[in-house]
């Protein structure tokens, strides 16, 4: 069975700071995607970054990068030039290749601080 | 881009009632949509995965025959709350696959989210 876990409840940040969240994951899979997906207030779902397991080169979005150590099942996601509106709860989660669910970890909430 | 729209978004409903809730994908075809359950300030617990004419798969320790699953359509699928209690009073979001890469390892695009309360 696949794990996803996330040890920092909450965190916090001040605007403009880079803040790194971390996640760490179990799977028996070898096909299998990571993804960082962001939970504001209105509780939409919003994709912040996708991961695929087979590449070695760490994923890139604008401000959002991630740290993906394979051989020590860690994902984690850096915030560069933090913004208010990055404040929310971020989920990382694990993706089967082969049934295409997701297992979600706890959550981590992000303050962004003015 | 990968829409995923819900309705209601909001329903208060009474014990022992049903209610349906809908999902669908407005501008790609989903042949798979999925399930999910969220308690306050907790994460989103699978619940089961819908595809398109046959039978939806359910999470372990989800009951079949309280959330009704029927994916209809490759743009539609619909959870439906049998017989409604308040333990039943949760957020419920759907997703679906975004159909851009082949399959299970397309990207999952989220509803909105409806939160059901059962007086």
């Known amino acids: 069975a696949q794990t996803v876990t996330q040890s920092q409840p909450e965190m916090s940040v001040q605007e403009a700071e880079t803040v790194t969240l971390s996640c760490t994951y179990d799977?028996?899979?070898?096909?299998?995607?990571l993804f960082w997906y962001k939970q504001p207030p209105s509780r939409q779902m919003i994709l912040v970054i996708r991961?695929?397991?087979?590449?070695?080169q760490n994923a890139t979005e604008n401000r959002f990068s991630v740290n993906f150590q394979k051989a020590a099942k860690s994902f984690s996601l850096k915030i560069s030039d933090s913004q208010l509106g990055d404040t929310a709860m971020y989920f990382c989660?694990?993706?089967?290749?082969?049934?295409?669910?997701?297992?979600f970890g706890q959550g981590t909430t992000l303050q962004v601080k003015p | 881009g990968a829409v995923v729209s819900q309705h209601p978004s909001r329903v208060i409903c009474k014990s022992g009632t049903s209610v349906k809730i809908e999902c669908r994908s407005l501008?790609?075809?989903?042949?798979?949509m999925f399930w999910y359950r969220q308690f306050p300030k907790q994460s989103l617990m699978l619940m089961a995965t819908?595809?398109?004419?046959?039978?939806?798969?359910?999470e372990q320790g989800v009951e079949k025959d309280k959330f009704l699953i029927n994916h209809a359509s490759l743009t539609l699928s619909t959870l439906t709350v049998t017989s409604a209690h308040p333990e039943d009073s949760s957020f419920y979001i759907c997703?679906?696959?975004?159909?851009?890469?082949?399959?299970?390892?397309?990207?999952?695009?989220f509803g909105p989210g409806t939160r059901l309360t059962v007086l």
């Open positions: 997703s679906a696959n975004s159909g851009t890469s082949g399959g299970a390892v397309d990207t999952q695009y």
């Open positions: 799977t028996s899979e070898n096909n299998y995607y």
């Open positions: 991961q695929e397991a087979y590449k070695q």
């Open positions: 989660a694990h993706g089967s290749g082969n049934t295409g669910k997701l297992i």
């Open positions: 501008d790609f075809q989903a042949t798979t």
């Open positions: 819908s595809n398109e004419g046959s039978k939806a798969t359910y």
